[in-house]
Nanobody, 125 residues
C-alpha cells in the first residue's frame, strides 16, 4: 500500500492548512487511516485517524476542535483540515494505514500502522 501525502507548507499562527493522503484503489475498504507527526527532537505522535469502514474518527486531545479528518471514498483520499494552527503544530506529518484484516477500530499508536507515507512538512510561525 503506497500512501502519498500532499498539502504541507508554511503558515502563520492562527492560520489553516489542508493535508491530503492518497491511497491506492486496492487498499482494503475497512482500514484505519491516520495522521501522525514528528517534530525535531521529539517522538512521532498520533494526531487523528479514521476507520474507513464506518467513518468513525479519533483525535488526540491536543488537536480536538481544531483538526478534522475526513474520507473521500470515491477518490481514495483522506484529508486533514487543520485550523487555528499553533507553532507547536510544526512537524513532519505522516499518513499511515492499518490494513490488518481484523481491524475494526483505530488507535493513535505508531506500531499498529503497517503502511506509511513519506511525510509532508508543516511549519507554523
Amino acid at each position: 500500500v503506497q500512501l502519498v501525502e500532499s498539502g504541507g507548507g508554511s503558515v502563520q499562527a492562527g492560520g489553516s492548512l489542508r493535508l491530503s493522503c492518497a491511497a491506492p484503489v486496492y487498499m482494503p475498504s475497512r482500514a484505519c487511516v491516520g495522521w501522525f507527526r514528528q517534530a525535531p527532537g521529539k517522538e512521532r505522535e498520533g494526531v487523528t485517524a479514521v476507520y474507513t469502514g464506518g467513518g468513525i474518527t479519533y483525535y488526540a486531545d491536543s488537536v480536538k476542535g481544531r483538526f478534522t479528518i475526513s474520507q473521500d471514498n470515491a477518490k481514495n483520499m483522506v484529508t486533514l483540515q487543520m485550523n487555528s494552527l499553533k507553532p507547536e503544530d510544526t512537524a513532519m506529518y505522516y499518513c499511515a494505514a492499518d490494513t490488518r484484516w481484523f481491524v475494526n477500530s483505530c488507535s493513535l499508536v505508531n506500531d499498529e500502522y503497517n503502511f506509511w507515507g513519506r511525510g509532508t512538512q508543516v511549519t507554523v510561525s
